[in-house]
């Protein structure tokens, strides 16, 4: 990690990130940008008797002014911004409540009709009581978190960036933390010059305050006390594939495909089925 | 789709005409830099060019040329010059030409425009975050 650390910093002091104003990750100030995307995917849901989230018609909004940002659910201040780094207070609303509800806006616009086929509870398990099962519709209802912290962006050259961000809930549902961090790389051809590929490696940390308020198992759940669970802080790395192909200023069709190997201290929780968390979608894209 | 912003820069053969300031004999100084501007593409990009720089006067004189206040050019005795400065820059930059008192000769800004107005900052979050 030391020597990846030393890498990047050698290479961002020989090459110069820029503002490209025909690459997506450069946006016009003070102008508000809609977008939709109409396609088809999926955000898988790693819980028991949690269904999956279904990808459709999304919405995509952003504004950003000579400070202030707003993507989607994150809102944000820069008080620092060079060509190389940028520094920011974020608030954003914790993703961990969408496993546990419909009503995440996360979840707007995605259609129920696809939960009955892709939503179907796991049969029980066949070792006769040695794992422990609890499906999310037996526990109490898990509340929203907005989270609040501070985010640093570093260009490291125009075509890779890390970014990291601690977080804190502001509104006291789980008392504790989160983090991450992840290096972003753009790929760019000469030959199609439409399209661009990025690759995201990164890592989701939770404290464990957070795993337990959404993880863990306490008597409010479970009354009998058979399945309690509490267990520590947990990091989850990630991969991301994302493409994008320019099919005219407004229209564009794009792929995104992750996994997100989840921590043990997430996966032995009786709540939690699976090992991943797998996003796909393709479709199309149109910017208003 | 990443360039060099040199790539953007496109010069403006402009002339640009004396502009004599607080010299002794401010009247027998001409002072020229050409070009005067440079064209960027957007507004905070910076330029890279070459400017020429010449200057002539009725008598030799000693005397320094000044980007901002970096001392880039020094000529003694003489009553006429010419040199080529290569300058990278972000904002309008202001030469001068000095005496040895620190007084000014001659003055001439080196304008940056930006082609769009419109001005641009870096994503700080992926676009459909949702993924």
Known sequence: MKYIFLLLLCLSSSLYAQCNVENEECIAIDEWQFSLALGAGVITNPLHGGKNIPLILIPNFSYYGENFFIENSVLGYSFIEESHIAVSLISQVNRENAFFSRWHPSNIFVTERFNSAIGVSPPPSEDNGEEIEISLDDIEKRAWAIDGGLQINWFVTNKTDVKAQVLHDINSVYNGFNAQIEINHFLHFQQVDQAIVKLTLGGNWQSSEQVNYYYGIDTQDDSSGSALYQTTSSFSPYIKLFGHYQLTQQWAVRVNLSREFLSSSLTNSPLVSEDTLDTFFVGVTYVF | ?131
């Open chain 2, 1 to 131: 789709m990443y360039s060099k912003t040199g790539k953007y820069c496109y010069l403006l053969l402009i002339f640009c005409f004396i502009k004599p300031v607080n010299s002794t004999e401010p009247s027998q100084i001409e002072f020229s830099i050409k070009p005067i501007a440079c064209v960027v593409k957007q507004a905070g990009d910076a330029c890279t060019m070459t400017v020429k720089v010449h200057w002539r006067a009725k008598l030799p004189i000693n005397s320094c040329l000044y980007q901002e206040d970096e001392k880039t050019f020094c000529w003694q005795d003489k009553s006429e010059a010419m040199a080529n400065l290569a300058i990278n820059f972000k904002e309008n930059m202001m030469f001068t030409l000095r005496d040895e008192g620190n007084n000014i000769f001659a003055q001439q800004e080196v304008l940056i425009n930006s082609s769009s107005s419109k001005k641009y900052r870096r994503r700080l979050r992926s676009s459909w975050s949702l993924f």
